[in-house]
């Protein structure tokens, strides 16, 4: 028997993509991050110091909206969610600091692999490449050997790993 596919509630993850910019553009917001698989999504946004993020699931989609039956759903109806939340921004309802106060991530909210704590990061955002690179470059200033007359060789190779732990993990978890 042939797998029957379901149609998709929502427009195409493009269309998302390109409004949640857009809605990040109109917040003043310019660190974001967002991903979905087939049955979750996010979005990580930052607002001076704090991270903040907004989860959802297929499975916590399905129970009030049953024609949800992609992750690309699950993230347009966060993409959705957040320009609900500039709205009453905008039309001073309410700040939107307030709406989002309790999805603020805390110290520790995402539990990361020991590679990414050897680097200094404390949970409250999933690193990227460029995260990783930043604080191997401030932390290779005082172990590089080249660099540093104090340095030690040792010490600078297992940092080198630990950077390369992270590369694989961060390719292997955004597939």
């Known amino acids: 028997m042939a797998k029957r596919f379901e149609e998709k509630k929502y427009a195409d993850h493009k269309f998302y993509q390109t409004k949640l910019a ?9 660190k974001y991050k967002y991903q979905y698989t087939d049955d979750k999504a996010f979005i ?3 607002i001076g110091y704090n991270w903040y993020q907004l989860n959802h699931t297929l499975k916590n989609a399905k129970i009030n909206n049953p024609g949800i039956t992609t992750g690309s759903d699950v993230f347009a109806e966060l993409v959705l969610t957040m320009e609900d939340l500039m ?3 905008e039309r001073n ?3 939107f600091k307030t709406w989002i106060a309790p999805f603020e991530l805390k110290a520790g909210a995402i539990e990361l692999p ?15 490449k460029k995260n990783v690179d930043f604080k191997f470059a401030e932390l290779s200033k ?5 660099k540093n007359a104090f340095g030690d060789k040792e010490k600078y190779e297992q940092l080198l790993q630990v950077k390369e732990e992270c590369y694989k993990f961060i390719e292997e978890n955004n597939k």
């Open 22 to 30: 857009n809605i990040m553009k109109k917040l003043g917001i310019e």
């Open 44 to 46: 990580n946004f930052r």
């Open 87 to 89: 709205h009453i921004s």
């Open 93 to 95: 309802i309410c700040d």
């Open 114 to 128: 020991e590679c990414f704590t050897k680097l200094g990061f404390d949970g409250r955002y999933m690193p990227s």
């Open 142 to 146: 005082v172990l590089d050997p080249k």
